[in-house]
């Protein structure tokens, strides 16, 4: 048994408050899973991250294959052994990293052969092998392997993608079903397996995301993801997207939209239907001085908090808002102290986890709307 998924309420909007229960978690959702790229949250101890409340976190199989390799993972018992984090995970199919961080890329039908950015080897990956480095990793949610579309893509190249994204998936499938109970926890939990999700892909093109929506579904995955998005399209495209895809997909099955977004996306997403996100913008963004608060962003680098004693948001109850001020924050990115990335890095987490928080206790208060027009500030 992978997940099991029961819908508690649903709202006019679409939304969905429901609960995900995975192997090492039981999930509530709608969720956001902050991003662990390497076995880590940057910058904070996971006993932190867990009291956040972060029921779920992802890590990258591109990074972690490369170092320190899964099958050291699988030896030691699987990636939440590893490092220490008893809650659930998902890893990503290592396909986005392929494609946007490692050199010299060679597509074909057979799978990607890459360098890989620490040290320039050749590496081969398949959907078998995305699989097999998954399966050793064990996080309760892998991912199909896909080729992530870019933006901007013709029409003929996304077409191109899709065709060659859905026969992946297929393979995806078939080698994770022979292969699931290799997981390094299989036994231990009683016969748990891990999930696996399809991803939709197919670039802007609505009849191409409805195309890649049924064939997965016909598949039968445990879960859906939307992918493809916050690759530089404008957020009106990635909300039409997001508004077409979600209809097409099972209602009774979770839908997680991959790498978004702004805080107010994130509300938004959630309460249109969306269960899972997950993005680096809260933790990449602390690390650049950049914080989300309930006032809006604030750059904390900024000489006007030089002697502000305020809490960085005054409305947050989280460990850093409670105890230090606006100016002790700015003095330690001035001075390029590490505990500038780690307090940084804990109050957007709080801040984005929060969002998800109230979207689950008001899911039947504030209906979802799609505004058009310009990006409006977190
Ligand atoms: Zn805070």
């Given at each position: 048994?992978?997940?099991?998924?029961?819908?508690?309420?649903?709202?006019?909007?679409?939304?969905?408050?429901?609960?995900?229960?995975?192997?090492?978690?039981?999930?509530?959702?709608?969720?956001?899973?902050?991003?662990?790229?390497?076995?880590?949250?940057?910058?904070?101890?996971?006993?932190?991250?867990?009291?956040?409340?972060?029921?779920?976190?992802l890590g990258n199989t591109?990074?972690l294959?490369?170092?320190?390799?899964?099958?050291?993972?699988?030896?030691?018992?699987?990636l939440?052994?590893?490092?220490?984090?008893?809650?659930?995970m998902l890893t990503d199919?290592?396909?986005?990293?392929?494609?946007?961080?490692?050199?010299?890329?060679?597509?074909?039908?057979?799978?990607?052969?890459?360098?890989?950015?620490?040290?320039?080897?050749?590496?081969?990956?398949?959907?078998?092998?995305?699989?097999?480095?998954q399966?050793?990793l064990?996080a309760?949610i892998a991912m199909?392997?896909?080729?992530?579309?870019?933006?901007?893509?013709?029409?003929?190249?996304?077409?191109?993608?899709?065709?060659?994204?859905?026969?992946?998936?297929?393979?995806?499938?078939?080698?994770?079903?022979?292969?699931?109970?290799?997981?390094?926890?299989?036994?231990?939990?009683?016969?748990?397996?891990?999930?696996?999700?399809?991803?939709?892909?197919?670039?802007?093109?609505?009849?191409?995301?409805?195309?890649?929506?049924?064939?997965?579904?016909?598949?039968?995955?445990?879960?859906?993801?939307?992918?493809?998005?916050?690759?530089?399209?404008?957020?009106?495209?990635?909300?039409?997207?997001?508004?077409?895809?979600?209809?097409?997909?099972?209602?009774?099955?979770?839908?997680?939209?991959?790498?978004?977004?702004?805080?107010?996306?994130?509300?938004?997403?959630?309460?249109?239907?969306?269960?899972?996100?997950?993005?680096?913008?809260?933790?990449?963004?602390?690390?650049?001085?950049?914080?989300?608060?309930?006032?809006?962003?604030?750059?904390?680098?900024?000489?006007?908090?030089?002697?502000?004693?305020?809490?960085?948001?005054?409305?947050?109850?989280?460990?850093?808002?409670?105890?230090?001020?606006?100016?002790?924050?700015?003095?330690?990115?001035?001075?390029?102290?590490?505990?500038?990335?780690?307090?940084?890095?804990?109050?957007?987490?709080?801040?984005?986890?929060?969002?998800?928080?109230?979207?689950?206790?008001?899911?039947?208060?504030?209906?979802?709307?799609?505004?058009?027009?310009?990006?409006?500030?977190?």
């Open positions: 048994m992978g997940l099991d998924f029961s819908i508690l309420q649903t709202s006019d909007a679409g939304g969905r408050r429901a609960q995900l229960v995975l192997p090492h978690q039981t999930v509530a959702t709608p969720v956001f899973m902050p991003v662990g790229t390497a076995g880590s949250v940057k910058a904070v101890p996971q006993d932190i991250v867990e009291s956040l409340g972060a029921q779920i976190i591109y990074h294959y490369l170092r320190p390799g899964h099958e050291a993972i699988r030896r030691m018992g699987g939440h052994k590893f490092i220490s984090w008893p809650r659930a199919s290592g396909g986005f990293q392929v494609f946007s961080l490692s050199d010299l890329r060679k597509v074909t039908d057979e799978g990607v052969r890459f360098r890989s950015h620490l040290d320039g080897s050749s590496h081969f990956f398949t959907p078998e092998h995305s699989m097999d480095v399966i050793a064990g309760d199909a392997f896909d080729e992530c579309t870019e933006y901007p893509a013709d029409r003929s190249r996304a077409e191109q993608s899709l065709r060659l994204t859905m026969a992946w998936a297929r393979r995806s499938l078939d080698h994770f079903r022979t292969h699931r109970h290799k997981v390094p926890w299989h036994y231990e939990l009683g016969g748990a397996t891990q999930s696996l999700f399809g991803i939709v892909q197919g670039g802007v093109y609505t009849d191409l995301r409805r195309e890649s929506a049924e064939r997965l579904v016909e598949m039968d995955f445990d879960g859906y993801a939307i992918g493809g998005l916050s690759v530089g399209e404008p957020r009106e495209l990635t909300l039409e997207v997001i508004d077409a895809v979600l209809p097409l997909l099972p209602k009774d099955k979770p839908r997680y939209v991959m790498g978004v977004g702004y805080p107010d996306e994130i509300e938004l997403y959630a309460r249109m239907g969306v269960d899972m996100m997950d993005c680096v913008l809260p933790t990449r963004a602390a690390r650049h001085a950049l914080l989300f608060t309930s006032e809006g962003r604030i750059n904390i680098k900024n000489k006007k908090y030089a002697e502000d004693q305020c809490p960085l948001d005054p409305a947050c109850d989280c460990m850093v808002c409670r105890r230090y001020s606006r100016a002790y924050l700015r003095h330690l990115m001035q001075c390029g102290e590490p505990l500038s990335a780690t307090l940084n890095t804990i109050h957007n987490l709080a801040y984005y986890l929060g969002i998800m928080q109230r979207v689950r206790t008001s899911l039947h208060s504030s209906p979802a709307s799609l505004p058009r027009g310009p990006s409006s500030s977190g």
